[in-house]
Every structure is written in structure tokens, then in C-alpha cells.
């Protein structure tokens, strides 16, 4: 599949001219569509490789969309602008706001595999590409290796079709943190300073839930800052003292042997003498007719990841608390409708969101109303919520282009079943006060947490306790 005539490659160039030559070879091998503008028959496009070049005549010149401009790249440069590999050429669709893109991007550059970027923000077509893709979904990150499409393919995915060597780690660490989000990375600051060598396992984003929050308002230190900037300088500051942060790590399966402990992952297996779970939660859902098919067909769970499909369209959201009302702001923004759907008669969000919601002109609510199914229209996308009212039964159907559901946490402890006690709704247990779990050597932190706050400020104080707690274990 081929999205060069989208995206316009054009050579800048000269019959007479070498590279210009080799160039042409290269976009011709590896079926690479390019229109070749040739300086000595067309003045202006003269006059462009000199403004392209800070009034240098150098040739190739090569424009790759509206805004990116190669002066004469050797053929290794090539390959890495249009993503050619021993398994093909690569093309990845996403967007900079998306957590999973930016966690694909970060494992290809990190293990040195060359990919071509389209950011759908700046090429609008590609939005279309995508859902043609995706069946009617709007799914990124979307590669294309060879003519092959993969749909968000996680890290142990992506080695498999990159033929990317993963071993084992032979090293063994003083603490394994599972997730690196605001507790997980605070606990490895806190760790690494103490001269305690950490790594940290994360399934997804860097950051966590808070990554994936627009705006934080009740950081000490900040009036207000967006999650992605937090969480990047903690995960700066982490990388700083020397913590290793694997992405797209997934742990299946802790075990014990002797004074360490083995940690199963989706990229092989971890050595550590202690571990701090920070694995986080993930959003719940209604669980209503129409809800799983239609998740990616206009169900989402992420107002900050997939919001942006939704410019000017009309939205729902579903939920009464910070989270539903934050989120709702947010899209309010750029929608042109954001309807909120409770299912009580009031919100329990905190009263500073709620005080918010009548000066946005664009928020309608409709209060103590449950969701009882999400409708599809003839392509499979949705098309609207079908609701009651919770005091006269009477049903109806409100119309929208897509609905956003927040309505509280699910924590990420499937593969803790057997090793450290839950609770009932598998939050782990903890000893009163503390972050010590049933298990010695293994501490939580954070929203997987029982009785956790789910802030992140109380999250990166937890991520304190367990630095400590990892530092006492380890003294004994």
C-alpha cells in the first residue's frame, strides 16, 4: 500500500547529477512514488532549492510533505526517512497525543529500526486511511510492514515482525518496579539515589493514568500543569539517576526462589532481589449491549488520547466523578456538543468541576439517567446511547458521534492472583499504614493499591514508602 502520492515526495534535482541518479534508484527499488522536478528546465524550482537551502544550490533536494526537506541524503538516510528494513518498508500512522504511538516509537528507536512517521494531525487524509484499515475503527498506532496492516501491535509483537532479539536479563536488580507511573517512577528516584539499581517494567505509557489527564490542577508546586509534561520530568529525573524503564513490558508471572525473585514477562524474564508493584488501573467499563463492539467505532475510555477524532462533533460522557467532568471540560474545548450522562441525581466530582460546568455554554448534563445500550449505524460505528430515567422509566435515544465512559478504576493485578493477598474487588492488600504486601519483599504503591486515593500526589508519596521499604528489606 503505498501513501507517497498523499503525502507528495518530490526530488529536487538534475539528469547530470550522481546522486540525484542514485536517489531516483532507491525510490524506484523499493516502490517509493516521487515527482522529479528538474532544476535546469524549471527556473522556480531553482529558486526553491535555494530557499530550501539557505540559498545553497544543492541537489537532490528532497520535500517529504509539507514540511520536512532532506538535503542530498545518502542512501542509509533514505532508508531511515521512509522506514525500509529486512522485513520491508515500515509505515506507522499515530498521533503525538497518543500514548500507545509514542511507546511503539520509543522501542523502533530504541532498537534502531528505521520507520516512516505519518502524524494524522498533520495529514488529515490519513484519518481515513485509518479507518478503511481498521474496518470502520479508529485505531492508532496502524503499521504497515511490507503490504502487511498490524493494528497497535505491542512490543513482543513488533519484535516478531521486526525480528528484534529479546533475551532475558542476566543482571540481577536490587528492586523490579511494575509500571512507571507516578509511584512506580517516584519509587525509583528515591530508589536509584539510595544507590539501589532499579528497573522499571511498564505494559503501556510512561506515566500512567496521569499521562493521559489533560490538565493536573492539585500538584503541589504547579497551578496547573498537563500529565504528559509531569510525568515526562519524572521519567526524566528517573533516567537521570540511572533507573532502566522498559516500555511496552508486560509481566505475566512472578515467582520466588530462595532470597530473589523471577518476574515472567511478554520479552523474557527479570532477576530482582525485591519488587514494587505500581501496576496502576485501568478504566471500568458499563458492560451494556453494544459497548465491547464498539469499542475503537466510537466507545472510548481516553478523552486526551482520542478525543481528537471527535473536532467539532457532538460527544458523550458517561460519569459523575473528577475524572467525567475533567475529561468533559476538556472535550468541550474542541466538540461541539459534550453531553454528560449520570446515572445518580447529583455529581460526586470535587465542587470545583462542578462549579465549572454552567459557564460552559457547548455541556449539556442529563442527571440520574442510566445507559442501557450504545446503537450502531449501518457501517458499525456508533450512532447514539439509549438511556432511562432512573425516576419515571421512561426511555430515550440521544444521538452523538461518540461516547466517553468514566466511571471509576479496575486495577491491573491479574498477574499477582496467588502471589500476594487481594481483596474482593483485586486491589492489593496491605498491612495498615504501610505498602508492605502479604509477601516479604514485595511492596504496592499507588492505584493497584487498597485504600490507594488515586491522586497523583498521593501516589508519588506512596512511591516514597515503597523506596524505603525496598532500602529496610534490603538491609536486613
Known sequence: MNFDDKINVTVYGADWCGDCVRAKAFFKENQIEYKFVDVDLDQAATKKVEQLNKGKRIIPTIEVGPSQTYTNPDNAQLSEIFGINEAGRVIMLGANWCPDCRR????????????????????????????????????????????????????????????????????????????????????????????????????????????????????????????PQLMERMAEQAATYGAKIEQG???????????????????????????????????????????????????????????????????????????????????AGFCSKVTIIHHLPEFSASKTYIDKLPSIKNIETQMNQTSLEFLADDRGLFKAAKIQDNETGETKVIDADGVFIFIGLVPNTGFLK?????????????????????????????????????????ATGEGVMASYGVRRFLSQ
Open 104 to 227: 511503539a516509537k520509543s522501542f523502533l528507536h530504541d532498537n534502531g529500526i528505521a520507520f516512516q512517521y505519518v502524524d494524522v494531525e498533520v495529514h488529515q487524509w490519513a484519518n481515513g486511511r485509518i479507518e478503511e484499515l481498521n474496518n470502520g475503527k479508529r485505531v492508532i498506532p496502524t503499521f504497515l510492514i511490507g503490504d502487511e496492516v498490524h493494528i497497535n501491535p505491542d512490543n513482543a509483537k513488533l519484535s516478531e515482525l521486526l525480528n528484534i532479539k529479546t533475551v532475558s536479563q542476566d543482571k540481577l536488580y536490587d528492586v523490579i518496579i511494575v509500571g512507571a507511573g507516578a509511584a512506580g517512577l517516584t519509587a525509583s528516584i528515591y530508589c536509584q539515589r539510595d544507590k539501589l539499581d532499579s528497573i522499571i517494567l511498564e505494559k503501556k505509557n510512561i506515566g500512567g493514568n496521569a499521562f493521559l489527564t489533560e490538565k493536573i490542577e492539585n500538584y503541589p508546586g504547579f497551578t496547573s500543569i498537563s500529565g
Open 249 to 331: 513490558t508486560e509481566v505475566k508471572k512472578i515467582t520466588r526462589e530462595r532470597s530473589e525473585f523471577q518476574v515472567e514477562t511478554n520479552l523474557g524474564s527479570v532477576r530482582g532481589k525485591t519488587i514494587v508493584v505500581a501496576s496502576g488501573s485501568t478504566y471500568r467499563r458499563l458492560d451494556i449491549p453494544g459497548e465491547a463492539d464498539l469499542i475503537g467505532s466510537g466507545v472510548h475510555f481516553c478523552a486526551t488520547c482520542d478525543g481528537a477524532f471527535y473536532r467539532e462533533k457532538e460527544v458523550l460522557v458517561i460519569g459523575g466523578g473528577n475524572s467525567a467532568l475533567e475529561e468533559g471540560i476538556f472535550l
Open 418 to 458: 496467588g502471589i500476594v493477598d487481594l481483596n474482593e474487588r483485586n486491589f492489593i492488600a496491605t498491612e495498615c499504614g504501610t505498602v508492605q504486601t502479604s509477601v516479604d519483599g514485595i511492596f504496592a504503591a499507588g492505584d493497584c493499591r487498597q485504600g490507594a486515593l488515586a491522586q497523583v500526589a498521593a
